[in-house]
C-alpha cells in the first residue's frame, strides 16, 4: 500500500511540475511578446520623431526665411543658408556667436546704435511671448546697410523655463525702399490733385465722389469732405443731362477715353457753367476699373467770347456782303454811262471835227478813262481786302502783252515830250503760263506812274531771267525813270491804300492812291515782292519779281504783234446778234463791230434775243448783256443751252465782283467782256470763239 501510494504520489509531482512549467513557459511568451510590441511601437515612434526632425530641418534649411535659433544664454545654435545670405557672411562664422555680437553692427533707423534692451533676443526673454524686430545692420560682404525685419518666437519646456528662441530673419531693404516710393508717388499724385489748375475729381464705378480738388472746391462751393461719398450726379449734374452723362461715363468705363467734352454743370450758388472736360479710366492693382478721372476747365465765359465774336463775325460777313453787293451795284450803275460816254467820244472823233472840237473830246474821253481806272482800282483792292482776288493763269506771249501796254502807255509818254524805252533780255522766253491781265496791271500802274511823275528825261522798263524753279522761271522787272524821286520820310508809306505821296503833283495828276498798293498785293499774289530805291528830285527805280509757270499749251514765239496772233477779227465774216437795253451802248459797239466787218443785228432784252434767235438766225455770236428788262442774259441763256443750242455767247456787262465771270460761265456762256467794253479785246474773243468765219 505504501508503495502504492508511494506510485501516485511520483505520478502527481510530475503532473504538477508539468502544468507549472508550462504556466510559466506561457507567463514568459506574453510577455516577451508584450515587450516586443512595446519595443516595436517604441521604435515605430522613434522612427516618426526622426521623420519629422528630418523634416523640420529641411524646412528650415530650405525656408525662404532666414531661420536663427538661440539657446537661452543668446547663443546662435543654428543657422540656415538664407540666414547667412541675408547677414552676407559664411553660415559657419554665424553658428556659435552671440545674438548681440558687435559684428552684427546693429543700428537703429537714425544710424544710432541700436539699444540692446529692443534686441528681439532680449525682449523675448523678458516678456516671454513673440517679438518683431526691425532694425538695420552692415551687409559684412559689399558693406551696405540693409533693413532686417526678424520675429522671435520662445520655445518652452516643461518646466515653463525658455529652452531656445527661435527667429525668422528676412532682409526687406528693397520691398521697404519700393513701399517708400509708392507713399511718395501718392503724395506727389495727392500734391498734384490738390494744387493743379484744373478742376480734378475722381468718381467711382457707381458714380460716388472720391477724390475732390481745391478746383473742384472753388467752382462748386462744396468742401471735400463735404462731398467725398455721395454722389456726383445728384449733386453737380442738371437732371435733364443724366442720360447723356450715363452714355459717356460707360464709354469711359469701358476704356475708351473722352476728350475736349463739353457739358453744364451745377457750380456754386446754383448757376449752370459749361466745363471742358477729359475722362480716362483708373484702373487698379488687378486691372480692374478703379473709377473714372475727370479734369476739366471752366470755358463758360470762353464760350460767350466765341458767341460774341461769331455774332461779330457773321455781322461783319454780313457788311462785307452788303458791302460787296453795293459795290457790285454801283459798279454797274457807274460803268455803263461812262461806257457810253468813252464809246460815243470815239464814235464822234471818228467823225469829222473841227481842231477844237476834237480837243473837247479827246479830253471827255480821258476823263472817263480816268473814272474808269479809279473805279477798277477801288474794285480790285475791296477785293484783296476781303481775300477773294483770284490769279486766272493761262498761256500768254509775254512780248505781245508787253507790246499792248506799252503802245498805250507810249502816247502818253509822247504827249508829255519823255522817252519811254524798254529792254528785254535775251534769256526770257516769249511764252509763259500765268495771270496776263494782272500782270499787265502791274505794268501799267508802275510805268503809268513813272510817266506821270516825270516832266523830262525817260522812263524805262526792263525784263531779265532772275531765276528758274522746278516749274518754270522767276523774272524781273524793273521800272526806272527820271522823275520828281521820293523823299526817305515819305517812303514808308508809298504802298499803303489811298495814299498819294506828292501832294502838289496829286493836283496836277489825280488818282486814286490805290495803284502801288494793288501792285503789291499782286506780286506777292505771284510768289515775287517789290522793292524800289529814290533819289528826291533825280527820279526812282521800283524792282518786281514774279514766278511764272512754262507754258502747257501752243505759243507761237513770234514777232507778230497782239491782235495777229490772237486772232484780231480783221477778215472775218460773221452774224453777231446784240442783246443790250442801254441804247447808247448798242450804238456804240454795233457802230464799230460794224466797221470791222460784222453783221451786227440788236435786241433790247432777252425775250427780243430769242425772237431774233429763232426768225433771223442762225447766228455765229451772241453778245448778251447780263442785265435787262424783261428777261435777263443769264435767263435768256438758260433757255438757249435748253434748246440744245451750242451757238457760242459772249457776257456784257458792267459787274465786275469776284464771282462774277464763274457764275457767268457755269450758267452757260462761254466768254466775259466787261463794260465799257473794249471793241480790239471784243473782236479777238469773237474770232477765238468763231474762228470758222475767217478767210
Given amino acids: 500500500m505504501s508503495a502504492t501510494l508511494t506510485e501516485l504520489g511520483a505520478g502527481n509531482l510530475d503532473r504538477i511540475l508539468i502544468i507549472g512549467a508550462g504556466v510559466v513557459i506561457t507567463v514568459l511568451l506574453v510577455f516577451i511578446g508584450f515587450l516586443y510590441l512595446n519595443i516595436d511601437k517604441r521604435k515605430r515612434v522613434e522612427t516618426e520623431l526622426q521623420r519629422e526632425r528630418d523634416l523640420m530641418g529641411s524646412i528650415m534649411e530650405t525656408s525662404p526665411m532666414g531661420i536663427l535659433v538661440m539657446d537661452n544664454d543668446g ?12 547677414h552676407g557672411v559664411a553660415r559657419e562664422e554665424i553658428i556659435g556667436r552671440q545674438h548681440n555680437d558687435p559684428v552684427w553692427k546693429i543700428s537703429a533707423h537714425d544710424g544710432s546704435p541700436f539699444p540692446d534692451e529692443r534686441l528681439a533676443f532680449n525682449r523675448v526673454m523678458k516678456i516671454r511671448n513673440a517679438v518683431l524686430d526691425i532694425r538695420h545692420a552692415i551687409h559684412w560682404v559689399d558693406g551696405r546697410k540693409v533693413l532686417l525685419s526678424i520675429n522671435a518666437s520662445p520655445i518652452i519646456s516643461d518646466d515653463g523655463s525658455i529652452k531656445k528662441v527661435v ?22 499724385f495727392r500734391s498734384l490733385v490738390k494744387t493743379a489748375e484744373s478742376v480734378i475729381i475722381l468718381l467711382s464705378p457707381d458714380k460716388k465722389i472720391l477724390e475732390f480738388n481745391r478746383m473742384a472746391e472753388q467752382l462748386f462751393g462744396r468742401t471735400r469732405h463735404e462731398v467725398l461719398g455721395r454722389d456726383y450726379y445728384e449733386l453737380f449734374v442738371p437732371e435733364r443731362l443724366w442720360a447723356d452723362h450715363n452714355r459717356q461715363f460707360a464709354t469711359v468705363l469701358s476704356g475708351n477715353p473722352l476728350r475736349l467734352l463739353e457739358n453744364y454743370v451745377i457750380a456754386r450758388g446754383g448757376e449752370e457753367r459749361m466745363i471742358q472736360w477729359s475722362l480716362s479710366r483708373l484702373l487698379d492693382a488687378k486691372g480692374g476699373a478703379l473709377g473714372v478721372l475727370a479734369v476739366g476747365q471752366d470755358v463758360t465765359e470762353r ?12 455781322a461783319a460777313e454780313e457788311a462785307s456782303r452788303a ?8 459798279s454797274h450803275e457807274i460803268r455803263t454811262p461812262i461806257s457810253a460816254i468813252i464809246g460815243m467820244s470815239e464814235m464822234t472823233l471818228s467823225t469829222d471835227l473841227t481842231g477844237e472840237q476834237q480837243g473837247y473830246l479827246v479830253t471827255v474821253k480821258k476823263a472817263a478813262e480816268s473814272l474808269l481806272h479809279i473805279i477798277n482800282d477801288i474794285l480790285d483792292i475791296s477785293k484783296i481786302e476781303a481775300r477773294k482776288m483770284e490769279l486766272r493763269p493761262e498761256d500768254f506771249n509775254l512780248f505781245e502783252m508787253l507790246e499792248k501796254q506799252l503802245s498805250v502807255l507810249k502816247v502818253q509818254a509822247e504827249e508829255k515830250g519823255i522817252e519811254l524805252r524798254a529792254h528785254m533780255g535775251d534769256d526770257v522766253s516769249r511764252c509763259y503760263h500765268g495771270d496776263e491781265y494782272r500782270l499787265g496791271q502791274i505794268i501799267i500802274n508802275l510805268v503809268g506812274n513813272a510817266i506821270k511823275f516825270t516832266e523830262k528825261g525817260y522812263v524805262e522798263i526792263s525784263v531779265d531771267h532772275a531765276g528758274s524753279f522746278e516749274e518754270g522761271a522767276v523774272l524781273e522787272f524793273r521800272v526806272k525813270d527820271t522823275g520828281i524821286g521820293i523823299s526817305d520820310n515819305k517812303a514808308e508809306k508809298l504802298f499803303e491804300s489811298f495814299v498819294q505821296l506828292n501832294a502838289g503833283y496829286s493836283k496836277r495828276h489825280p488818282g486814286s492812291g490805290l495803284g502801288l498798293a494793288i501792285s503789291r498785293q499782286l506780286v506777292e499774289m505771284m510768289g ?10 533825280w527820279g526812282s527805280e521800283f524792282k518786281f519779281t514774279i514766278k511764272l509757270k512754262s507754258s502747257v499749251g501752243e505759243c507761237a514765239e513770234t514777232d507778230t504783234s497782239f491782235f495777229e496772233e490772237g486772232g ?30 460784222f453783221e451786227v443785228e440788236t435786241a433790247e432784252n432777252g425775250l427780243e434775243a430769242l425772237e431774233l434767235l429763232e426768225k433771223s438766225g442762225p447766228f455765229d455770236v451772241i453778245l448778251m448783256d447780263v442785265q435787262m428788262p424783261e428777261m435777263d442774259g443769264l435767263e435768256a441763256t438758260k433757255r438757249i443751252r435748253q434748246q440744245g443750242n451750242d451757238i457760242p455767247i459772249i457776257a456784257l456787262t458792267a459787274y465786275a465782283m469776284e464771282g462774277d465771270r464763274e457764275k ?13 467794253v473794249n471793241i480790239d479785246e471784243l473782236v479777238q474773243i469773237i474770232g477765238k470763239l468763231v474762228p470758222h468765219s475767217k478767210h
Fill in 75 to 86: 547663443k546662435i545654435i543654428f543657422a540656415n543658408d538664407q540666414a547667412a545670405r541675408v
Fill in 323 to 330: 458791302k460787296s453787293e453795293f459795290l457790285a451795284n454801283m
Fill in 528 to 537: 515775287g515782292y517789290i522793292t524800289f530805291t529814290s533819289k528826291e528830285g
Fill in 568 to 597: 484780231d477779227g480783221k477778215g472775218l465774216v460773221a452774224r453777231i446778234l446784240l442783246a443790250e437795253d442801254n441804247a447808247t451802248n448798242q450804238l456804240y459797239i454795233a457802230h464799230f463791230l460794224t466797221e470791222q466787218g
Fill in 303 to 314: 464760350k460767350r467770347s466765341e458767341v460774341e465774336l461769331c455774332e461779330a463775325r457773321d
Fill in 167 to 188: 527667429a525668422s530673419v528676412e532682409d526687406i531693404t528693397t520691398r521697404k525702399k519700393v513701399e517708400e516710393a509708392l507713399k511718395e508717388s501718392a503724395y506727389r
Fill in 664 to 676: 457767268f460761265l457755269s450758267n452757260g456762256m462761254d466768254a466775259y467782256s466787261s463794260k465799257p
